[in-house]
């Protein structure tokens, strides 16, 4: 620390070792000014050594003050890299963890999907399987309401049919099932457009009509039924002349004999008796088929139950969708009605007027088939 610089140290040697000024005396040279030099080298040489002293505590504080520096920093930088290591271990194990939970929401979303995808292939495959569970029904419905048609001759069983598979499609609101209503409402007019015979209500006037047979009047046979109102009329026409004879008689009470009366009254009740057999023995009726009155009483009983057996066979033709021959039937039964029985008869009036409709109604007329509403089904099956 207390040594010279070596640059003063060889300056100092040099000026030791330089020879004196010309024209200079030595010794005077000598005495004086190497006092002064040699306090002002001390001098310089103090400054110098207290301000090296004071650089060298200087830098020696700043080095030290550096190396303080840099420990504290070195242990900021290794407590920091500590903790960015744990903190880099953590974010690792962190980003496994987060790695395994990807992986285990990938697989649970790819397994969600699988399964959706499945749903909703279930669920299409049982509407389809509905929808065309639905087809196959109506189908089935629509083709027993045909035989039904075709046996029972009504349009009844077809058209219940067609309103009921309506009312089916329409609960399920199918927008591919629209074309299918449409093919039901069309056929459901055509078939409402058709006047066929209501073969049940036909069997019902016919039934009526041989009901009423055994009741009907003929022309050739005395009506019965009018036999006691004539015998009502004669008692009444015997009171009443009774009635007149008597006041007549009490008149003439004092004129004539209590037994010219009773003379009189068995008279008059005797002539009219006599008229009244009379009348009963000659009859006139006006008719169109003279061969009608040659009928014998006793061949009304074969004549009714003929006219029966013709109104049953014409019935069963019905029955069974014959109608060229129940046409002949009742041909001849009104042909029966209207030359064998009294026709100002209400009853044969009634008669007749059912039979007409019977024959105006029983006529052939075939059913409409619903293709469209088949065709609209197939289409919608896919088939």
Do not use: C
């Not at 040594?3 to 000026?15: I, M, S, V």
């Not at 939970?101 to 509407?127: M, N, W």
């Not at 209400?346 to 059912?354: E, G, M, S, Y």
């Not at 059913?367 to 089904?377: H, K, N």
Request: no cysteine; charged share 25%.
């Amino acid at each position: 620390m207390n040594e010279l610089p070596p640059d003063l140290a060889t300056g100092n040697a040099a000026a030791a070792d330089a020879p004196p000024p010309a024209g200079v005396a030595a010794p005077a040279r000598a005495a004086l000014p190497s006092s002064r030099i040699g306090w002002s080298a001390g001098a310089l040489l103090g400054a110098l050594t207290v301000a090296s002293l004071v650089l060298a505590w200087k830098a020696d504080q700043r080095v030290l003050t550096l190396e303080q520096e840099l420990v504290r920093r070195q242990q900021d930088s290794a407590a920091l890299s500590t903790e960015a290591r744990m903190l880099a271990k953590q974010a690792n194990e962190g980003m496994g963890t987060a790695a395994a939970k990807l992986a285990l929401l990938e697989a649970r979303v790819a397994e969600v999907a699988v399964q959706r995808g499945q749903l909703e292939e279930l669920i299409q495959s049982l509407s389809r399987s509905r929808d065309e569970n639905l087809l196959v029904d109506v189908e089935a419905a629509i083709r027993v309401a045909l035989q039904q048609t075709a046996i029972t001759g009504s349009a009844e069983p077809l058209v219940a049919t067609l309103k009921q598979s309506d009312e089916r499609l329409a609960r399920y609101s199918q927008p591919r099932l629209e074309g299918v209503r449409r093919a039901i409402v069309r056929d459901l007019d055509r078939v409402k457009a058709a006047s066929v015979a209501d073969i049940s209500v036909l069997g019902i006037k016919l039934d009526e009509v041989i009901r009423m047979v055994d009741e009907l009047p003929l022309v050739a046979v005395v009506d019965a039924r009018r036999e006691p109102a004539k015998d009502a009329a004669r008692p009444a026409s015997a009171a009443a002349v009774g009635r007149s004879a008597s006041a007549a008689g009490g008149r003439a009470a004092s004129a004539a004999p209590a037994w010219s009366v009773q003379i009189a009254d068995a008279w008059s009740a005797l002539s009219e008796r006599v008229w009244g057999e009379v009348k009963s023995l000659v009859r006139v009726t006006q008719t169109d088929h003279p061969d009608a009155m040659l009928l014998a009483p006793e061949q009304s009983y074969f004549l009714r139950e003929n006219l029966k057996l013709r109104l049953l066979n014409a019935r069963l033709a019905l029955l069974s969708r014959q109608f060229n021959i129940a046409q002949t039937d009742l041909q001849g039964a009104q042909a029966a009605l209207d030359r064998y029985f009294d026709r100002g008869s209400k009853r044969t009036l009634l008669a007749t007027d059912l039979v007409k409709q019977v024959a105006a109604q029983a006529r052939q007329v075939g059913v409409p088939r619903p293709d469209d509403t088949l065709a609209a089904l197939t289409a919608a099956a896919g088939r």
